[in-house]
Structures are given as C-alpha cells and as structure tokens.
C-alpha cells in the first residue's frame, strides 16, 4: 500500500492568503500565531504511522473547518479558511471548482452548525 505524500501549508503562506483576502474584502487585521500554528499542524497529524486525515479531502476539510472556526484571525476567518483549502487542494495537483454562491451558503451553513470534523 502506498502512503500519498502531500504538500502542507505554513504560518506565512496561510497569513498571506489572510492578507489577500483583508485587502481585497476589508477586515480587521491580526492574528493569534499560537492557534494558527496549532490548526495548521492538524492535517498532518497521527501517530506511528496512522493519519488522523489520511486523504486529501479531509486535510482540506481540516484546513477550512479550524481555520474557519479556530479564530485564528481578528476577522476573515472563514474567507481565509476557503482560501487554505482551495490552495492546498491546488499544491496537490488538483482543481477546485465551485462557484461563489455554494461556497458562500457552504460557509454561512458550517458557521451556524455546532460540529466538529474530528
């Protein structure tokens, strides 16, 4: 059985892709690097050999879900977190095609739904 290889995101790519999305759609800039650090280690983690998120689509689902609901930005969570998951789905040689309003009623639905992935 072969184990995929993914490529992860970091701290300052993910803080980029929050910039863009402040810039461009307004915001209150800042950050809580500790929870940030901790959300981001979350689709790589497991233990001796198991994966917590073994395929691709949960590791992206772990990226919009945390960084969504992790607040780990003043403001801008939720279009940071779309953002994190689209880019990780693209650095792993694959496309992301959706339109602007499912994922917009996508992430007001997952805000107002008290769950967790995990």
Request: glycine residues 8%; hydrophobic residues 40%.
């Amino acid at each position: 059985m072969s184990v995929a290889i993914y490529k992860y995101l970091d701290v300052a790519e993910v803080e980029e892709l929050h910039d863009y999305a402040l810039r461009d759609y307004g915001g209150i800039p800042g950050r809580d690097i500790g929870r940030l650090e901790s959300v981001l280690a979350l689709p790589s983690s497991g233990f001796d050999g198991y994966e917590r998120f073994p395929t691709l689509h949960e590791k992206a689902a772990v990226y919009m879900f945390y960084i969504a609901t992790g607040h780990c930005f003043k403001d801008g969570n939720k279009r940071t977190a779309f953002l994190a998951a689209s880019v990780f789905i693209m650095i792993n040689g694959y496309d992301l095609i959706v339109d602007n309003n499912t994922v917009v009623n996508f992430m007001i639905i997952r805000q107002k739904t008290p769950s967790s992935i995990m």
